[in-house]
């Protein structure tokens, strides 16, 4: 069973999933860019990174509170489940 924190985590990395996609489908950008592997790495990266970035914003303050050793641990699952 998961705990809220857990919870919580993976509806953040539901919600920021894809987050700033291009808006077209993977066949399209496969015919567009032969690196589409590279690429698609870098993109669940980005998308982690913003999501943290909302998070972190100082007017959101989705995170304010937590513990550096919570942070982490939280960033860290959200970043894989990402």
């Known amino acids: 069973r998961l705990d809220s924190w857990e919870r919580f985590g993976l509806l953040s990395a539901a ?13 399209f950008l496969s015919k567009a860019d032969k690196n589409l592997i590279v690429r698609d790495a870098l993109s669940e990266k980005h998308y982690a990174l913003r999501a943290f970035g ?22 860290s699952s959200v970043s894989k489940i990402i």
Request: hydrophobic residues 30%; aromatic residues 8%.
């Open 54 to 75: 909302v998070m972190a914003d100082r007017d959101i303050r989705i995170l304010d509170g937590v513990t550096s050793t919570q942070y982490y641990q939280f960033r």
């Open 15 to 27: 919600l920021c999933h894809d987050m700033d996609h291009p808006g077209v489908s993977e066949q």
